[in-house]
Structure formats: C-alpha cells, structure tokens
C-alpha cells in the first residue's frame, strides 16, 4: 500500500489506486475485466448478431489498450517518484559519510595506496587503486573515493563521459599475489565539475583495528583526452588521513605517442621516473613514502613535444 499525505493531489490519488491495484492482481485483470464485460453484454443478447459484434469488437480492444496504456503509465510514474525518494535518501546518506569522514582524520589510517593507471588512445583511462586500511576505534560500514578529471574539462556531466566504477575485496595469498574477493556495492556521483566521489557500501562492518582491504577500479572514457591534444596535466592527490606509502604507476598505449613526455614539479613535490617498455608503451613511475597530508602533490606531464 502506498502512503499519502493529506496534501496530496487528486491525481497522486487516482494513480496511487491503479498502481496500487494492477501491482496487486497484474496486468491480467484487465484482461479479466474485459472478458467479463463481454460476457455480460452476450448473457444480455448484445452480442449475438455480426452487425453488433462489428461495432463492439473494436471498442472492447481500444478499451483494453487504453486500460493497458493507463496502468503502464501509472506503473512508470509511481517507480519514477520512488526513485527520486531513493535518491535523496541515498544523496544524505553519502553526505553524512563524507562530512564524518573528512572531518576525522583518525578515523582509519591507510597503509598502502597502490594506482596503476592505462591510458589509451583518445584519452580512454581505466584507474586501479590497490587500497589497504586499517580501521580505527570504530567500526565502518562504508568509505568514499574521489577520482578528478581533466583540469581543462569544463563539460564532462554528460552521461557519455560519465566513469563506471566497481569495487572488490582481495586479499594477499601466500604466493603473494593479489586474490579478489566478494564485490563491493559501489555508488557514485558528480560533486563539481569533472569530479565524481564514489561510495563503497561494505558487504559487513568493518570491525575496530581491522585490515581492511580493497580493490576499486575506475573506467573513465576520454579521462585524459586533454593532454593527449597537447594541453600539460597535472597529477596529483590530496590525502586528508595519515597514508604510510602512495605507489603510482601511469601507462601510456603506443598510440598515445607519449615517448618525448616531460616531467615536472607541482608544487614543490618529486619528479618521477620515465620508463620505455616494449611495445612503445611510456610508464611514469612514483612513489611517495609517508606522502604528505592535507596538501596537494604531485606532477605535471606534457607530450605536447610527441606530437
């Protein structure tokens, strides 16, 4: 049953009753409707000539259509204002989680912030981040990521820009090697322009002092699609808890033609290392011990000169 306020519409009123009924008996019992209406207008005699079965036929049919058209609609409008409920909901929700969580550094502390980014041509970016936490005195049900576009993008909330992002536990076997595990359900969001923050809704709380750790991945199209035009980039982050070690590694495809790419500070932080791999692939290599907090860092590429 559908809850109404005392304010509400005459045709929040009307729709409320046939959503509330075709959700209850389906889209059948207009169908059964129907046939009953025919029925009793044969039991009458109205139907028994062809001339009476010429005009009632079409009519009986515009009727269910229209009787099917009705219910849809109210079924489409009623999941339509459900979902605008949700969302707002959901929009507190994440702002409680992002207000509590910038605002207390001593939440939970991350270990390892391990990056490896590709980027390929036209700007294409899939971004893995290789979290681990451990928890403070609390526990955590939940934790948010931020991911910044292009600095020079001042259109990207088109949906054909937009990132999908996905989240995974994992752990660390005895191989050493990176195992994932259970997916972590993942909401995301613009913020401002070219930035999105995703949530990560942890499948159980995460318990004080516990390691947690997880794998979050970011599909960005064209994330990039400025410097490869020749415009310089900067990379950077900024950390608002204590972080004991940033790896990041950037992988630019053959085709980005990144081979003659320079480097330099931004805002006074290291200047990372340049690679070329087989295949013509260009990786920028940094690791930042102890990174700093509260403060952007970083560096600024161009590959103006590859073109």
Not at 6 to 32: M, P, R
Not at 67 to 94: M, P
Not at 293 to 298: A, E, H, I, P
Request: net charge positive.
């Amino acid at each position: 049953m559908t809850w109404r306020s005392k304010s509400s519409s005459f045709f929040d009123v009307v729709t409320d009753a046939i959503y509330n009924y075709s959700a209850e008996h389906g889209i059948k019992w207009i169908l059964t409707t129907t046939l009953g209406f025919s029925g009793t207008l044969v039991a009458l005699g109205l139907l028994w000539n062809t001339t009476a079965l010429r005009y009632i036929g079409p009519i009986v049919l515009i009727v269910v259509q229209f009787l099917i058209i009705i219910a849809l609609l109210a079924d489409r409008y009623k999941r339509g204002q459900r979902s605008i409920e949700r969302s707002r909901v959901l929009n507190n929700y994440t702002e409680q989680i992002t207000t509590g969580q910038q605002d207390n550094a001593d939440l939970f502390e991350i270990i390892e912030w391990d990056e490896d980014v590709a980027v390929a041509k036209q700007g294409d970016t899939v971004m893995e981040r290789w979290i681990t936490v451990k928890n403070g005195n609390s526990e955590l049900s939940a934790m948010w990521n931020k991911c910044n576009k292009s600095t020079h993008d001042q259109k990207s909330k088109t949906n054909s820009l937009a990132p999908t992002v996905r989240a995974y536990e994992f752990e660390i076997g005895e191989d050493g090697e990176r195992k994932l595990g259970p997916r972590i359900i993942v909401t995301n969001k613009w913020v401002e322009t070219g930035a999105q923050i995703a949530f990560l809704h942890f499948n159980s709380p995460v318990s004080p002092d516990q390691i947690l750790r997880f794998k979050i991945e970011w599909r960005w199209p064209k994330y990039y699609n400025h410097l490869l035009d020749g415009q310089a980039e900067p990379v950077y982050w900024i950390f608002r808890r204590p972080v004991s070690s940033l790896k990041s590694r950037l992988h630019f495809d053959k085709e980005c033609n990144a081979s003659s790419a320079r480097l330099s500070k931004y805002r006074h932080s290291s200047i990372p290392k340049i690679n070329q791999r087989p295949a013509g692939i260009v990786s920028v290599e940094y690791d930042v011990p102890n990174p700093p907090q509260g403060q952007k860092f970083g560096y600024t590429i161009d590959i103006s000169e590859a073109k």
